[in-house]
């Protein structure tokens, strides 16, 4: 017999077209995307919290990229124009968040740890009308999920990008391939400046020290790559560790995770 497609968890789906015209302080939405689907260039009134029940996303916005494993979330602020890229198949549920009611203050976007409680939060409100009564069960369960959002703790998955055409481009290219063996005297050769500029003008254009930038590079690299199934020797290899060891202690001062305990990689492992 043919293998029929697996069903969403989501009871119906709500246009995000239509978001906007629902007088609620918070709306959520499920939707199921392929892998490799693109979300052009668009944004929102209200902030939005997307979270990945599986699979694997990308947030770009002008400046920086994040990253978004399994059972972590974005938080995008209102009117932040950005582009979404699903790197593997994904359910998503998204919280769109009427700005007065926002539960976060940031100005750029944030990767979040997803937690129990939050999870199931996020999968419930899906199924409530979004046009919930006032002081019903429904309200409090929104408010509930609005607190909850603003205490999940921020991982370090965003990567600034330079606006500058030539370093920008350079950064494209490392965070392709990272390495924690690039130095910077490499890359001011290749821009034909001096590295104290090079530092410089990093600094300013990023808001990091290349170390710190390369450092998080690497980290946004290899979560990607647990998610994707691949072993920790060779991402420890493959980022220029001589020792994975290093590396795994690298990772865990920086996410609070071993590699193999990560959520990423124990999302794929239950796959």
Not at 26 to 53: E, I, N, T
Not at 80 to 87: A, I, N, V
Not at 114 to 134: F, H, K, M
Request: proline share 9%; charged share 20%; hydrophobic share 40%.
């Amino acid at each position: 017999m043919p293998t029929l497609p697996k069903p969403s968890i989501f009871p119906a789906k709500l246009p995000v077209n239509q978001v906007d015209d629902i007088a609620r302080p918070v709306v959520v939405a499920g939707a199921d995307y392929p892998g490799g689907s693109l979300q052009a260039w668009h944004s929102h009134r209200r902030a939005q919290l997307l979270f990945g029940l599986g699979g694997l996303m990308q947030v770009v916005t002008q400046d920086g990229a994040w990253v978004v494993p399994p059972q972590h979330a974005v938080w995008i602020p209102s009117g932040r124009e950005h582009q979404s890229r699903m790197l593997l198949p994904v359910t998503t549920c998204s919280a769109f968040v009427e700005p007065e009611h926002a539960p976060r203050e940031a100005a750029t976007c944030q990767v979040l740890e997803v937690g129990p409680l939050l999870r199931e939060l996020l999968i419930e409100a899906t199924r409530i009308d979004p046009r919930y009564a006032p002081h019903s069960r429904e309200e409090y369960l929104m408010r509930l999920l609005l607190a909850e959002i603003g205490l999940a703790r921020e991982i370090p998955m965003h990567v600034p990008l330079p606006q500058d055409d030539r370093l920008g481009a350079l950064c494209r290219d490392f965070m392709m391939s990272p390495s924690i063996q690039s130095r910077p005297g490499q890359w001011a050769e290749r821009l034909h400046v001096s590295e104290r500029t090079f530092n410089r003008r990093f600094l300013v254009q990023t808001g990091m020290g290349f170390q710190q930038w390369r450092l998080r590079a690497c980290i946004v690299n290899a979560i990607s790559r647990l998610a994707l199934g691949h072993a920790v020797t060779v991402i420890a290899y493959d980022l220029g560790y001589e020792r994975p060891a290093a590396f795994s202690t690298m990772f865990r001062k920086m996410t609070g995770y071993v590699p193999s305990a990560h959520p990423a990689a124990q999302h794929h492992a239950r796959a």
